[in-house]
């Protein structure tokens, strides 16, 4: 249903290693869909931003 939430992701960036942590994080939207999924951004600096994705390809989201 509209408004659903599907899954919360966290990514802990430096707590690696010698902080070497990945700062990627790879999240499957499922089969290509005529309506765009839409993931909103926490950024560590508190931040938030909101963006439709579709579900076929990759899509790079860069802290604003």
């Known amino acids: 249903a509209e408004g659903d ?3 919360a992701y966290e990514v802990h960036a430096g707590s ?3 902080g070497g942590s ?3 994080l790879a999240i499957c939207l499922g089969e ?3 309506q765009p ?8 600096d508190g931040q938030q931003s909101s963006h439709d994705l ?5 899509h ?3 802290q604003p």
């Open 5 to 7: 939430q599907i899954g």
């Open 16 to 18: 690696g290693y010698l």
């Open 22 to 24: 990945s700062t990627a």
């Open 32 to 34: 290509t869909s005529a």
């Open 37 to 44: 999924v839409k993931v909103d951004v926490s950024w560590p």
């Open 54 to 58: 579709s579900g076929n390809g990759r």
């Open 60 to 62: 790079l989201i860069s």
